[in-house]
């Protein structure tokens, strides 16, 4: 029999009670396997109820009395020793009543005791799979912040639950500010906890309005704390808990295959394995290992939960499974562990840490150096001894403690016995895939700034990505090479480096990659490694070919992306005056560079308009007097009733105007003076209205009328809003045309017409008297017998009459309105414009700038580049070449009136491009 475990039938060959626990220390076993722990479902359900309360039995501190009498339940109407008959109490009577009258709802209930929600959250979580942390005092995030979840789903049952709550947005800010969410950030936040609410308790707000009070689990009901795979016992082993709601028995828990992973574990769930120092409590666990694992004999080394360096910090077992898994180099168990390893580092990298799993980092750079059995023929072999000890001359070998300086050296003796075809067999093509995913792992764990800070402590990682991204340029490997190039993106801040770093070489030459994402990265790269290592001067004595790739990068405003990291890159380089001065060497400056330069002084900028205003508009103000309605209009009005006729009368004499205002007093004589006085014979004078209802009449009548009191030593009342016409309009709106020809001193016509052509044909024939023709028009032959004068509105300018028909008939027409399509009424023109706005408008072309207005972005990064250009400068005369000039002159001389262009057009860049020509003619 294998003493490493105990199979089924070895169990029921057994005495299940008597002698279990003697045997199993005599056999030596230690665990139950899952798959012969799961054939249990195929026994008979007597057996399987008996094997069941064995494993109950050996969990409990004391033997349990299996056959105590139980004690006979008196019936409700047995009569008592004494002989009388039990009588119900009064009190307790009136008690029942209340309840039953006043039963409370599951959602009152587990809103009035914390501990209640917990349980019945866990126990929901449990029933749909969910993987959700349920622990009591646990805080959920919502954005930046973690809020109380208990708290949330109080107050927002409070406002009615979900939907009622969502109403107003008002309720979320309250619920998130109650929560934990600080004041300042509650209307920023309130989008979050809403979500937050909707994707994790707002099923368990409905489930709990369908079930009864009665189906609320307890504390002891509600689901394990630990994930469905797993259980502590209070030794701090790993025990399966098999009568857990969420295992089934009748699961089988196989390793899978590597492409197809057919039975995943809890791991690719977000938070099943999340773990917590705060725990309360657990119900008495029912584990059938209990008597398995004996202190003495141990447990294996994957069931343990802590290891011997963790202080007893408790980790899911699916953790150690893929950490053992591994480092064990056997291919089915490192499949399971890549592909569990993928999803925990990508759902829960927050758990994941190299500091927790001690050779977690260095297992996984081994699985990626295997990619040298693939390109080499051989792997590299792994020493932990510093060189200097080591005679041997073999180039294959790599150190892991110190680094190996000669790096590149050993990569390129090393002969490569791939093609370039990309044909690949199957081994080949699952040996990568493994590669891929060691990468990708790291990749994802580097994230977490504590996982980028251990792996830049290990040099064989470095030695690692060096070698990576040293592979043949073969389309096979982009992959890992990207995920290498983002691990070095991430851990850069806390890498030592320098120039002759084997790594640092490296990024150098892939600035002359073709594949635009490397290119990227390696300059994002080498840009962080200079911000973080100014001291050591890393971005120095860099090939002029490749500052020359950089430059061209200048040309690329298509793609903002690689010119901002371009820029980015240049900036750090010409920071130290010796790279300036290699610029000034190897390149043509004033057309290679500073002109590109100043063009991206506009870029990403946003077309504004600015107007400058010299002289302001004025109009005219609104006439003094209130127009009087005509006998016509007169008589078309008191033909309507009150407040008809008001509202009518209003329309006529006055139209809206936000800038206007007139007096109550003054608008409310005009209404009386108009209908209270028997103006026009024949006609008697109308009934008008109240004061109060008056004005109540001219605010419905104009939606811009206000009526206002003005404070001041004598209150004044308004009406703000309005303002009167010049003359009246009808009722159709057309406008009041008044026949105004009169003489000095004699009464003036004063007919009134509408349509300008009617006025037109009675100045002419009634007051010039001339003959119309046949043929349409106006006979203007001249009269000399017969001279007319003008005499429209007192006009002064042909007072002596003039035979000249023509003339006389010309003047006229100009003092005549034009005509107009009579189809339909005419807007009402505004007041007459007295002074017209003089204006000058400016295009300008601001640039991004933060919230404080400080510039940022590429045209920002240009302009700096070209100030550390200036500064690195020479101080030299430049030669015969450029005529002995200074160096500023001949670098930035035929740019200065570009530069003085973009200051006035770029208002976001103004100050600072005017002080960088300050420092150029101040500059020696």
């Known amino acids: 029999m294998n003493k490493s475990h105990i199979s089924l039938q070895d169990i029921m060959s057994l005495d299940l009670i008597g002698n279990f626990e003697r045997s199993s220390q005599a056999m030596g076993f230690s665990t139950l396997h ?100 349920a622990r009591p005092g646990t805080r959920w995030p919502a954005g930046s912040k973690k809020i109380n979840v208990y708290t949330l789903f109080v107050q927002i049952v409070t406002r009615g639950g979900f939907d009622e709550a969502s109403k107003d947005k008002k309720n979320w800010w309250e619920a998130g500010h109650i929560a934990g969410v600080p004041p300042g950030l509650v209307g920023t936040l309130s989008y979050q906890v809403k979500q937050l609410y909707a994707e994790r308790l707002l099923d368990f707000e409905y489930y709990l309005l369908l079930i009864p009070p009665s189906e609320i689990p307890s504390e002891s009901q509600a689901y394990p704390l630990l994930s469905p795979f797993s259980s502590l016992s209070s030794s701090g082993r790993y025990i399966p808990s098999l009568f857990s709601p969420c295992f089934s028995l009748s699961a089988s828990v196989v390793t899978p295959k590597m492409d197809v992973i057919e039975h995943d574990t809890p791991s690719n769930r977000r ?4 773990t917590s120092s705060s725990r309360l409590p657990l119900p008495p666990d029912i584990d059938p290992l209990m008597t398995l694992a004996l202190p003495d004999q141990g447990m294996p080394s994957f069931c343990l939960l802590a290891g011997p360096d963790s202080n007893a910090e408790t980790v899911p077992n699916i953790y150690r499974f893929c950490w053992m898994g591994i480092r ?87 002969k490569v016995c791939l093609d370039d075809t990309n044909l690949e067999d199957e081994s080949f093509r699952i040996k990568l895939q493994r590669v891929n ?84 990265t390696a300059l994002k790269c080498l840009s962080l490694f200079a911000i973080e290592r100014i001291e050591s001067k890393i971005i120095d004595r860099i090939p002029s070919q490749t500052i020359e790739q950089v430059i061209r990068l200048t040309l690329l405003k298509q793609d903002p992306e690689l010119l901002s990291v371009a820029l980015d ?16 060497a190897d390149f043509n400056l004033p057309v290679d560079l500073i002109p590109h330069l100043v063009h991206l002084l506009d870029y990403g900028s946003v077309v504004r308009n600015k107007e400058i205003i010299d002289q302001a508009e004025r109009k005219a103000p609104p006439p003094n007097q209130i127009p009087i309605p005509h006998q016509d209009l007169y008589r078309d009005l008191v033909k309507h009733s009150e407040p008809e006729r008001c509202s009518l009368w ?50 419905n009548t104009f939606s811009s009328a206000q009526a206002k009191v003005v404070e001041g030593p004598s209150a004044r009342f308004i009406i703000r809003g309005i303002r009167p016409l010049e003359t009246t309009y009808n009722l159709d709106g057309f406008l009041s045309l008044h026949c105004l020809w009169g003489k000095q001193g004699e ?46 509105d007192y006009c002064s300018e042909y007072l002596a009459p003039t035979p000249n028909i023509a003339l006389i008939a010309g003047h006229v027409s100009a003092h005549l309105p034009p005509l107009r399509d009579m189809t339909k009424p005419p807007p009402i023109p505004p007041r007459a414009i007295i002074q017209p706005k003089c204006a000058r408008l400016f295009k300008l072309y601001p640039t991004p700038v933060d919230e404080h207005g400080e510039p940022y972005g590429i045209a920002y990064k240009a302009l700096l580049v070209m100030r ?25 001389g035929s740019q200065r009136s570009h530069l003085i262009e973009a200051a006035t057009e770029n208002p976001s860049l103004t100050k600072e491009i005017f002080a960088f020509l300050n420092e150029l003619d101040s500059s020696s």
């Not at 008592?80 to 009258?101: A, C, F, I, T, V």
């Not at 938070?271 to 999340?274: D, E, H, I, K, R």
């Not at 990708?440 to 040099?459: G, Q, S, Y």
């Not at 020479?874 to 450029?882: A, K, L």
Request: include cysteine; charge should be neutral.
């Open 650 to 699: 209003l329309k006529c004499c006055f139209v809206e105007d936000p800038e206007c205002e007139i007096t109550q007093l003054a608008i409310w004589q005009a209404y009386q003076a108009c209908f209270s006085q028997n103006r026009i014979p024949g006609v008697q004078s109308a009934d008008t209205l109240q004061a109060t209802e008056f004005i109540s009449t001219v605010s």
């Open 569 to 584: 890159f240049l900036y750090q380089f010409s920071r130290y005056q010796l790279n300036v001065q290699q610029l000034v």
């Open 868 to 892: 550390y250009i200036l500064i690195g400068l020479p101080s030299t005369p430049s030669g015969s070449q450029y005529n002995n000039l200074p160096w500023r002159k001949v670098v930035f």
């Open 34 to 133: 899952y798959h012969e722990v799961a054939a249990i479902s195929s026994l008979p359900k007597p057996l399987e109820t008996l094997f069941n309360l064995f494993l109950f039995l050996i969990k409990l501190p004391f033997p349990p009395l299996l056959f105590s009498r139980r004690r006979k339940k008196k019936k409700k109407d047995s009569p008592r020793k004494d002989g009388r008959s039990h009588q119900p109490n009064p009190s307790k009577l009136q008690s029942r009543e209340r309840q039953m009258e006043r039963k409370k709802t599951a959602t009152e209930l587990v809103c009035e005791d914390e501990q209640r929600f917990w349980a019945s959250l866990r126990h929901f979580y449990g029933q749909g799979n969910e993987s959700w942390e």
């Open 437 to 520: 995913q060691a990468a990708l792992i790291i990749r994802n764990m580097c994230l977490l700034e504590e996982n980028a800070r251990w792996f830049a402590e290990e040099p064989l990682l470095r030695d690692c990505a060096t070698i990576v991204l040293n592979l043949p340029c073969q389309d096979r490997f982009i992959e890992l090479k990207n995920y290498f190039l983002e691990i070095i993106e991430q851990t850069c801040p806390f890498w030592d480096i320098w120039d002759q770093d084997p790594l640092y070489q490296t990024l150098i030459n892939l600035i002359s990659s073709e594949d635009r994402f490397q290119l990227l």
């Open 328 to 414: 064990s180099d056997i291919d089915k168990e490192v499949d399971f562990a890549l592909h569990h390893l993928i999803v925990i580092s990508d759902e829960r990298g927050d758990k994941l840490k190299f500091s927790d799993f001690n050779m977690l980092a260095e297992s996984l750079a081994k699985q990626v150096l295997k990619v040298s059995l693939l390109v080499y023929g051989q792997e590299w072999v792994i020493e932990l001894d510093h060189p200097n000890n080591i005679s041997s001359k073999n180039l294959n070998v790599i150190f892991a403690l110190t680094g190996t300086p000669d790096l590149l050296h050993r990569i390129q003796s090393k």
């Open 271 to 274: 938070g099943v394995f999340a």
């Open 747 to 792: 009464i003036r016509c004063d007919h009134v017409f509408v349509d300008p052509a009617i006025l037109r044909n009675h100045v002419f024939q009634d007051h010039l008297q001339l003959s119309p023709l046949a043929s349409g028009g106006w006979n203007l032959q001249p009269q000399p017998s017969n001279p007319r004068a003008c005499h429209w």
